[in-house]
Structures are given as structure tokens and as C-alpha cells.
């Protein structure tokens, strides 16, 4: 068995983690917000074009979190050059399709949440769809960070440059994706939480929308801190060992 | 491809902080965010007591974060201190 055959193998397995384990989460919170479009379309058949754009447009920002994870799973499979490279660098693969793969599924979901009750606050109060629509998008973007963590990681371990084959370099690029992909998947469902509770709000009294959003916001930073600590800690194996 | 003891240990030592700094930043993610949910449901209802159910919000989250910190604690130490 040849190095590079090592590699390949490596690359595939590494293709399959990123798009399987990535596209949970965006099933799970697309799947929410249908489900709650479909409940407020029930309720409210007369409005159902604006329930039905504004469960899209959240629903197109729950998907790309596992774009990123295609992409990775991609490049893997088409854009890497196995030949020459060596079985450290195999590892890295590995570790790129867990950050992403696992790094996917807390912002699929979290973006669910508030991509649901936006549909929801649409189909009670129409005349607001744009006020809930903002704040829909403002915290799914929050919700979304965590994957655009593991995102950089992946592609950090991609394309770094990883020589011979050691023990020690294996088990850091492993743990780097590791702990930035398991990192990655609370605080994307947590952001997204507070995300849907503070559309509800907007949606049921959207006066107070100032207050709400500034309180989401100070939540979801400090929901998001332990994905920072997980990046911390996985560009401290990347870069320190 | 020759491991000798050291390198294991090493090994040992950074995949297990990954672990440890990957599964523990799961809990406090989805906890905190379920407190800050709360927080803006209370705020929109009453935005008068934004004050107090923000500080509130906090302490619950301050708790909820102290197992993250266990985590990043651990994984520091084992990236750190485990040498060999």
C-alpha cells in the first residue's frame, strides 16, 4: 500500500463525514420552518405568498451552512492532488470533513428556529413582514457564525502544509476538527433559540423591537463564546504543534 | 511508521483536548441560548424590565457558561502541560 493510495483514502472518508454529518442540521431546520409555514398557512390562507417568501429566504440561509460543507466535501473529492502528499496531510483531510461536517449541523438547525417563527409572526400580523424578516436575518447570521469557524478551519487544514507522518501531528489536526466542529454545533442551535423567541416578539409587538434585538443580541454573545473557546483551542493544535 | 511511548502519550494528550473542548462547548451553547430565548420573550412582552431580565439572563448564562470553562481549562492543560 502506497502513500498515496493512503491519502486518497483518507481524502474520500474525510468527503463523506463533511456531507453526511453536514447536511443534518440544515434538514432538521428547513424542516422546521416548513413545518411552521405550513401551520401558519393553515391558520392563514390569505397571506400565504408572504409566509411562503419569507420561510424561503430563512430557509435559504439555514442551507448554507451545508454549502459549506459540499464545497468542502468538493474540493476533497476533485481540487486535492493526493500525489506527493503525505499521510499527516491525510489525517488533516480527515479532521477538515469532521470541523465542517459537525461545524453544519448547529447553524442548519439554529437557523431553523427563527426562520419558523418569522413564518409564524407573518401569518399573525402580515403588514410587519419586513421588521420580522430583519430580525430573522440578523440573528441567523449570528446563529451561523459557529459554521463559518469551522468553515476556516477546514479549509486551514486543507490546504496547510503537513510533513511526514507523526503520531503527534495526526492527533492535533484530528482534534483541531474535532473541537472545532463539536464546538461549533451548541451555539449554533442555542443562538438560533433566542433567534426564534426574539422573532416571536417582534412579531407580537413589534414596538418594542429595539429592546429586543439589543437583548438578543448580548444572549447570543454569550451563547457564542464556547465556540470561540473551540476555535481557540483548534488553532492552538493547528498552529502550536 | 515507529510511535514511541512519548509520541503516544503527546498524541493522547491533543486528541483528547479536542474532545474535550468539542463535546463540552455543546451543553453551555444550547443552554444559553434557551436562557437568552426567554430573555427576549420577557423583553417583548416588557420592554420596561429589560434592565432586570437582561441581569438575570447574565447570571443564568455566567452559570450555564462555567462548563464550557471547565472545557477550555482541560484542553489548555492537556495542549500545555502534557509535554512527556
Known sequence: METAEVVSALMYLGAGIAMGFGAIGAGVGEGYAAHQACGGTARQPAVASSIQRTMLIGQAMAESASIFALIVAIMLIFMVDASGATVNQGVAFVGAGIAIGFGAIGGGIGCGF??????????????????????????????????????????????????????????????????????????????GYAGGDACKGVGRWPANRGAILRTMLVGQAVSQSTSIYALLVAILMVFLT | MEITGTELIRAAALLGAGIAMGFGAIGPGVGEGYAAGRACEGVARSPEHSGLLTRTMLVGQAVSESTGIYSLVIALLLIFFVKS
Open chain 1, 114 to 191: 427563527p426562520a419558523g417563527s418569522a413564518c409564524q409572526g407573518v401569518a399573525r400580523r402580515p403588514e410587519g413582514q419586513n421588521e420580522i424578516t430583519t430580525m430573522m436575518l440578523i440573528s441567523q447570521g449570528v446563529s451561523q457564525t459557529p459554521s463559518v469557524f469551522s468553515f476556516v478551519i477546514a479549509l486551514i487544514l486543507m490546504y496547510g502544509a503537513y510533513e511526514g507522518s507523526d503520531m503527534v501531528t495526526m492527533a492535533a489536526v484530528l482534534g483541531a476538527g474535532i473541537s472545532v466542529g463539536m464546538g461549533a454545533i451548541g451555539c449554533g442551535i442555542g443562538s
